[in-house]
């Protein structure tokens, strides 16, 4: 994931210096609200199908983007309980939609996930690493333009996500509730609450 967005960002640099006169994304400001509301309406079942976990485009689980959204992380999860099999692993799905500044996503943390028991207050953490088929083969370019950091001042870049929460955690996420909230570059998401639940 770190390397995808790096390549997107000097992707959009190297654009903007093309083409000085079409912005990317312009923000008006910067903002992030982390009580949005969103979650998803579909069940886990119906989430899951046809749909693989680990992808970074938009799908039918993505949370809504408000009209008024700006920069920031959004993220959603299916509105029934997760059920595992006893002394299986859990699969957490997480659905999630990031704006973010490309100064701030060029200088700040990466995007990471971070988990915490209702009835605790350890938080768990992992950095949303991409693998699989949509990480990029080859780096971009040794003698590739760098852009002057002014001309990517108040420009956004942003990506939709499809994750598996419990695969970026070293901490098994047992049966029970957890508050989850992603950050990228400073920035905090809403908070969603996830159910584990086990067969008997």
Not at 102 to 128: C, K, N, W, Y
Request: with cysteine; net charge negative.
């Amino acid at each position: 994931m770190l390397r995808k967005i790096f390549i997107d960002l000097l992707s959009t640099a190297v654009i903007l210096l093309f083409f000085s006169n079409t912005p990317f994304i312009w923000a008006q400001n910067s903002q992030n609200d982390p009580e949005t509301a969103a979650s998803s309406q579909v069940t886990v079942k119906d989430g899951l199908k046809n749909l693989s976990l680990g992808t970074f485009e938009q799908s039918p689980c993505s949370p809504t983007i408000p009209s008024s959204f700006l920069d920031g992380i959004i993220i959603s999860v299916p509105q029934s309980d997760i059920i595992i099999e006893q002394g299986k692993r859990a699969v957490v799905p997480i659905f999630g939609y990031y704006l973010i500044p490309v100064l701030a996503a060029m200088d700040g943390p990466p995007l990471t996930i971070q988990v915490r028991p209702v009835d605790g207050d350890t938080v768990f953490s992992g950095e949303i690493v991409e693998e699989g088929v949509n990480e990029p083969v080859e780096p971009p370019p040794m003698n590739a333009p760098r852009p002057d950091r002014d001309a990517l001042e108040g420009v956004s870049t942003g990506g939709y996500f499809n994750i598996d929460a419990q695969r970026y955690l070293q901490y098994n996420m047992t049966p029970g509730s957890y508050k989850v909230i992603v950050s990228f570059a400073g920035l905090d998401s809403n908070s969603v609450l996830i159910h584990i639940t086990s067969t008997k």
